[in-house]
């Protein structure tokens, strides 16, 4: 029996090899049933199954052991891209997911051996194997990545958003503070300290929440207008002077500094 033809027929017990191995690796605080963790285990097993019987040549073989995936989209890899869709929902971990696909290979030859006579031919067809839950392993971690760097954006967006609020009431507080005609002088450099670094950290949170959308997929805005750079370069040292004030910080200029630029960026 060919290895491809004994997937199919040994089917439901090695789903339930995956299903075990699955339920261990699960994460503590989360439990799943058993259809959960059976998840996409048919569609693979049969898609690897598949996949071997495809016709191949020698330098289709040797372009698939180099990484290289002519059709990224095909059906073959949407399926490894969909567990991974799965098990990130589920809170597997990428090492898990790895693991799981470990754990199928050894699931599926070690029950194939016991069934089969090792020839020349059987190790053609483990090759084909070993190269298909590869390329599955490749799509899923792939997917795992992207569907984990989005998560990550989406909570820095969200986390930026919120950050707005307090950060404004601090700059609206040392707006009124500075009315007040009784502070002293170093009450008031603080208080104009204070209001210069609470501008500064309101542009950073913008932009970290700007170069959030963007890498979900909207344009960073950019608003070039003609600055004096000695202006620019002279402001930010003043944060730094607060921050350190007994730093001795020297700003040497010559020759004109104007140009068009975006301040706010490049601050």
Aim: aromatic share 6%.
């Amino acid at each position: 029996m060919t290895l491809s033809d004994f997937i199919e027929a040994d089917l439901e017990g090695l789903i339930d090899d995956w299903t075990e191995y699955a339920r261990a690796l699960c994460p503590k605080n989360r439990q799943h049933g058993k259809a959960q963790l059976r998840d996409s285990a048919r569609e693979l097993l049969i898609g690897i199954a598949a996949d071997m019987r495809e016709a191949q040549t020698g330098a289709q073989q040797k372009a698939k052991s180099h990484g290289e995936q002519p059709d990224l989209d095909s059906g073959f890899n949407e399926i490894g891209r969909g567990h991974a869709t799965e098990r990130h929902r589920q809170g597997f971990g990428i090492d898990a997911l790895v693991a799981e696909f470990r754990a199928l290979r050894a699931s599926v030859l070690r029950r194939w051996q016991r069934t089969n006579r090792l020839d020349s031919t059987a190790f053609q067809e483990m090759i084909r194997f070993n190269e298909a839950v590869d390329q599955m392993v490749a799509a899923s971690v792939r997917q795992y990545s992207l569907q984990a760097e989005h998560i990550r954006d989406l909570f820095t967006g969200v986390l930026a958003h919120d950050m707005r609020s307090p950060v404004g009431a601090i700059l609206n507080s040392a707006h009124v503070v500075l009315r007040d005609e009784n502070f002293s002088s170093t009450s008031v450099r603080a208080g104009v300290n204070l209001q210069h670094s609470a501008e500064r950290l309101k542009r950073l949170i913008d932009d970290l929440f700007i170069f959030t959308r963007t890498r979900l997929g909207d344009a960073m805005p950019v608003e070039p207008t003609r600055q004096d750079f000695g202006r620019i370069l002279l402001g930010s040292l003043d944060e730094v002077r607060a921050a350190r004030p007994d730093a001795q910080i020297v700003a040497q200029s010559a020759g004109d500094l104007t140009g068009v630029w975006d301040a706010a960026r490049i601050n």
